[in-house]
């Protein structure tokens, strides 16, 4: 054993955010850590000294051997048997109150520790390095390598991701930073409004919206194109330009062989032969990914060199930014343009279609978020960034509903230094499932936890942070959610004109719709809702 007849330096942060290092010893078989204390960073220094102080306070630390978790044939067939794929969700909650707040599961060759409990997630975030890793992407930089592309954000590790990271936080991690997009934002919700209209005329009762994720789909999409390539793409008018529809085709495809983005690179390498279907799938929706986002972005550049040839100032937004500075290569924009649209629309329309679920199936909270608004703004004034804060509920919506619903029901880390946790030794190199739906869903987290009650986010006074580890759907720290603003700011502004203007009902073509993974999680089954027109009687009742 690595660590055997060493002592371990346990660095762990103390309730009050203080840095505790602590030198424990380790001999063959057993380590040992305070039973108080909480992250821990080991490393080996090769002392033999216990630290005399800390004799008797200690718990053992155990080994990875000794962790529970389902059998490595269990999964095999929860996963492929049973479909497991399609209820990562459900899995996670089973396991967790079978096995605990940590647990093991074994993947073909990957062993994978799981962290179901608040705390501990808290933990492994708050003692993460200077540039966290988040899982395995050797696949989507195996197919950057053979393309000569260059890796974004999401894709990036080490010094190119700190690089692009720095870069972007400083363009779009501010809330105040983002509010400069209102006005385009506000465009694409008058677009969204007109195409409710339409849709909804064209059914027999005059409201019903079917399949509300395919109207939020192309909001966010226009969002999207409207903020990262400074140009609209028609996605919400009633004859989409063909080019436009060609691109939605290939953002579908892309979106729907999402699974295979993520399950490609677990085929090995040798079976390509054999089975090359996923592999070159895989590539040529990247293909029609970063070719999408490369048209975008060369017609910007032509733009900017024809008006600086003609001597004109250069104004615009992030892109114009991006290619006037050129702290990014262009290379790197593609990249960053393509990983940021991929990362943005899909979340952000399926949290649009769950919040307007949750509205439809519980009337007394829309109306109480439709009185907020016009006790706020009045009637029918658009609301822009700043009005924002002035709207806790719509606040608390959307972080209600992704609470209930976190498009992401977890998220992934490798350990880059050895590491006790909830007891544990986690060797580094080990990759970790941050457990965020199961944490979510725990009543010591949220009390009545199946409900949907946006009220709890509101903080009663300026001490009161709701900071809860238990739900963090854009992750935590440094390498968080860098759209995370984005879009918040496309679904506040677009929610608040919605309920503004409609009051959103449950149709009868709607049951109760369950959540699905497909690599996120989505509705699995249309959501439709009806759409009627508020009146001074309707904004009476709900
Ligand atoms: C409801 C909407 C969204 C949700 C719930 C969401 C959630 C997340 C989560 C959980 C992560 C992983 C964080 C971590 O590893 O700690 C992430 C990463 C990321 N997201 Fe989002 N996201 C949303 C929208 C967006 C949008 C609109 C954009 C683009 C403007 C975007 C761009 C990214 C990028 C580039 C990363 C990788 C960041 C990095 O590795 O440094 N996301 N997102």
């Known amino acids: 054993m690595a660590l055997q007849n060493k002592i371990i330096h346990l660095s762990c942060r103390c309730l009050f955010g203080e840095v505790l290092n602590r030198q424990f010893a380790s001999n063959s078989r057993v380590l040992y850590k305070s039973a108080s204390s909480e992250s821990l960073r080991i490393t080996a220094v090769g002392d033999e000294t216990p630290r005399e102080s800390l004799v008797g ?62 705390d501990l997630v ?155 279907r996923p592999w070159e799938e895989f590539c040529s929706s990247w293909d029609g990914l970063f070719s999408f986002s490369q048209i975008h972005v060369d017609k910007r550049l032509e733009e900017i060199k024809e008006q600086m040839s003609r001597g004109e100032e250069v104004k615009g937004g992030l892109l114009t930014h991006m290619l006037v500075t050129r702290e990014m290569n262009l290379e790197e924009i593609y990249a960053n343009m393509t990983e940021m649209l991929l990362a943005g629309v899909d979340t952000t329309s399926f949290t649009l279609s769950w919040a307007t679920y949750l509205l439809a199936r519980n009337p007394e909270v829309q109306q109480q978020i439709y009185e907020e608004i016009t006790r706020t703004l009045g009637h029918g004034t658009i609301p822009s960034a700043d009005d924002v804060p002035r709207l806790p509920l719509i606040r608390g919506l959307v972080k ?94 677009a929610l608040t004109q919605l309920i503004q203007r409609y009051r959103i009902g449950v149709c009868p073509l709607t049951d109760e719709v369950k959540a699905k993974t497909h690599g996120l999680l989505c509705p699995a089954a249309p959501i439709n809702l009806q759409f009627t027109d508020r009146t001074a009687q309707t904004d009476r009742h709900s």
């Open 400 to 493: 209600e509903t992704l609470r209930l619903f976190p498009v992401l029901p977890g998220n992934g880390r490798v350990t880059q230094d050895d590491l006790v946790i909830g007891g544990y030794f986690i060797p580094k190199g080990t990759q970790l499932a941050l457990c965020h739906y199961s944490t979510s869903m725990e009543e010591e987290n949220f009390p009545g936890a199946e409900e949907f009650h946006p009220e709890r986010w509101i903080r009663k006074d300026a001490t009161d942070r709701v900071d809860n580890f238990g739900s963090i759907p854009f992750g935590y720290g440094i390498r968080s959610c860098i759209g995370r603003r984005i879009a918040e700011l496309e679904m506040h502004l």
């Open 122 to 276: 808290a933990e492994v975030l708050r003692s993460e390095g200077v540039a966290p890793q988040r899982g395995n992407m050797e696949s989507w930089q195996e197919y950057r390598n053979l393309r000569g592309r260059s890796t974004g954000l999401i894709s990036a590790e080490g010094e190119d991701w700190l690089k692009m990271r720095s870069v972007l936080r400083q363009l779009i991690m501010r809330p105040k930073d983002v509010a400069q997009f209102s006005d385009e934002v506000n465009s694409v919700v008058v677009d969204l409004m007109k195409r409710v209209d339409t849709l909804r005329s064209q059914q027999p009762d005059g409201l019903t919206v079917v399949n509300v994720n395919d109207l939020f789909f192309k909001y966010a999409m226009e969002g999207m194109a409207a903020i990262l390539y400074e140009d609209r793409l028609g996605c919400l008018e009633n004859e989409i330009p063909q080019k436009s529809q060609d691109y939605i085709a290939a953002l579908h495809l892309m979106f729907s062989s999402f699974k295979m983005t993520m399950y490609a690179g677990a085929i090995p390498k040798w079976l390509r032969p054999i089975i090359p």
């Open 57 to 118: 306070k200690e718990t053992r630390i155990k080994t990875l051997k000794e962790m529970p978790g389902p059998s490595a044939v269990g999964n095999l067939i929860e996963f492929f048997w049973r479909d497991g794929f399609s209820r990562i969700h459900e899995i996670q909650m089973e396991h967790s109150q079978k096995y605990g707040k940590i647990f093991k599961s074994r993947f073909g060759p990957q062993l994978v520790v799981s962290i179901a409990g608040r």
